[in-house]
């Protein structure tokens, strides 16, 4: 019995021998190897992205100035000045419980239109979201990608892909055929794709930086210098959106529905265009004309 036992402990002890100093430096770089094989094939996708945005460069480059004319351009901004004293509510990133019913209500309550750029992956998760929407009268539906990709970080085949898979359902909820890129961040295969479907791009005039100053109730320097924001209203969301509207005169208003601390200053924010003299308009209709390329 006891020559058992310590036979037994023996058989444990070269175990536990041959797992420190053989199986586990195997298993170390076993992992060590996975880990590499993985960063490798990262950068290989990134490389080759560059690598097509480089030749893409070059190809513009050694266009001629008429042949330029005729090529796509990267079309994430509005070109077209807004149109006077009209104002194109938009939110995009939803459906999102809780917050599209809170924005469905202030429309119904002053009686004015907007647009929800909706993402593929939501619409199929809040099908009783999207049945609200299309049930009022003041909302239209754009499409906003299936999974909200920026579109400058993803192959061309995955693009194609976001915007195939998102086609189809939106084509079951929505007649409309607008599209608003994640990030406004568009290739020129992709507004290709969508101009071949007659899906007009959108963009905006106005960014309210909601991501932003929905947080702390200010931005910083950086998100400021990317949003827009006047330094004397980095601390008031409420008076950048005002503000930002008078410069312009009017455009169309980029807002997110998943940020409820800004959401929540909707009312407050309608109430005071309506005051200003402002009217408000929907996208897809006859007006929108003027805000695609
Ligand atoms: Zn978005």
Redesign the pocket.
Known sequence: MQSLFNSAIFSYLKFIYLFIFTLAPILAKADELANTLQIHSISEETKSIKKHRLKKLIEHMNSGQENLKHQCRFESEISIPPTQKKIYLTF??GPEPGQTEHILEVLNKYHVPATF?M?GEKVELHPSLVKLVRQSPLASIGN?SWS?PNFHDILEEKQVLEIEKSSALFFQITDQLLF?Y??GNSSCESNQLLKSRNYKIIGWHIDSCDWAFDHKGSVDLKEALSCGVLPQNRNNFFQHVISTVQAHNGGIILM?EIHPNTLNQLDALVQKLLDDGFSFGILGEDESKVFFH
């Open positions: 995009d990133d750029f993402i906003h909200h608003r994640p990030y997110h």
